[in-house]
């Protein structure tokens, strides 16, 4: 039997809430929050120059 350490254990679990969540996350109330930033953050981007974006977030690829 495979035993795991606490947090290997607490990793997949935190792994598996977040596989979860990733199926509605981009229509339901779990990512508004995020969504709610989406305006100000082009806003801002929008009056800077920059060549290349570094995306360091999380999400699920979606749109």
Known sequence: MLHYSLKEESKEKSKA???????????????????????????????LEYHVVLNLGCGTRAG
């Open 17 to 47: 809430a977040f596989n979860k969540q990733a199926v509605t996350y981009d229509e339901d109330i779990k990512g508004q929050h995020a969504r709610n930033l989406y305006p100000a953050l082009l806003k801002k981007l929008s009056t």
